[in-house]
């Protein structure tokens, strides 16, 4: 069973007293509050990998294979035993599940974050990485459709967009916690409780974003 907005601040202001780290109270938030599942990730200082592999192709940007997901809906109790089990792990969230991803770069994704608040479209969580790409959370289903959404909407060669779609199998770093090394995912928009649950549908936003995306590489 979760837990309710008033948990989550309790859980906030007690996160220092109970000696719980910033990312076992997002992680707690992520599975009690909106629904995600979770997993634990790698972390890089010095380009190397936590993961323990010379050959890893991710460093710091990648689930840790041994470690287990902590479930939607998880209690805080729950997620402080299974995040107690993984020290330092960063916060990763599983695509195609509760939301798919569309990417572009940051300084596009910011642009048409503008424009699409403006129009009063509807939207769910973004985040930025700190290698300068935007995450905008969208329907499951997105990435698997994105290619004809494109053309249906006059992109014939969508390779001439900064934009993609992640799919099932792919892993997305939530703030805060640090990606490869580089520092921290931040949330150009935050989670809420009237979009979380229910992301809005790719077709809704692709046309700004393909739009921005392509006038940003011109």
Do not use: N
Not at 75 to 100: I, N
Not at 138 to 166: F, H, K, N, Q, T
Not at 188 to 212: E, N, Q
Request: hydrophobic share 40%; aromatic share 6%; net charge positive.
């Amino acid at each position: 069973m979760g837990f309710t907005i008033g948990g989550i601040r309790e859980i906030r202001s007690g996160t220092r007293r109970r000696g719980r780290s910033s990312e076992c109270t997002a992680v707690a938030e992520f599975t009690g509050l909106w629904g995600w599942d979770v997993v634990p990730g790698a972390r890089a200082a010095a380009g190397a990998c936590s993961c323990g592999r010379a050959d890893c192709r991710a460093p710091g940007a990648h689930p840790l294979e041994f470690a287990p997901q902590v479930s939607a809906r998880s209690t805080l109790d729950e997620v402080t035993k299974a995040w107690g089990e993984f020290p330092g792990a960063s916060v990763m969230l599983p695509v195609g599940r509760a939301f798919d991803v569309i990417e572009v770069a940051e300084p596009a994704g910011r642009h048409a974050l503008v424009r699409l608040e403006r129009m009063g479209l509807p939207l769910g969580p973004v985040t930025a990485t700190p290698d300068g790409r935007a995450h905008f959370l969208v329907a499951p289903g997105a990435a698997a459709e994105l290619p004809a959404l494109l053309y249906r909407m006059g992109w014939d060669d969508p390779s001439s967009l900064d934009l993609r779609g992640l799919g099932p199998g792919a892993y997305i770093t939530a703030p805060p916690s640090d990606r490869g090394g580089l520092g921290p995912v931040r949330w150009l928009r935050p989670p809420a409780l009237d979009s979380v649950s229910k992301p809005p549908a790719a077709r809704l936003l692709l046309g700004t974003l393909a739009y921005v995306a392509h006038r940003s590489r011109a």
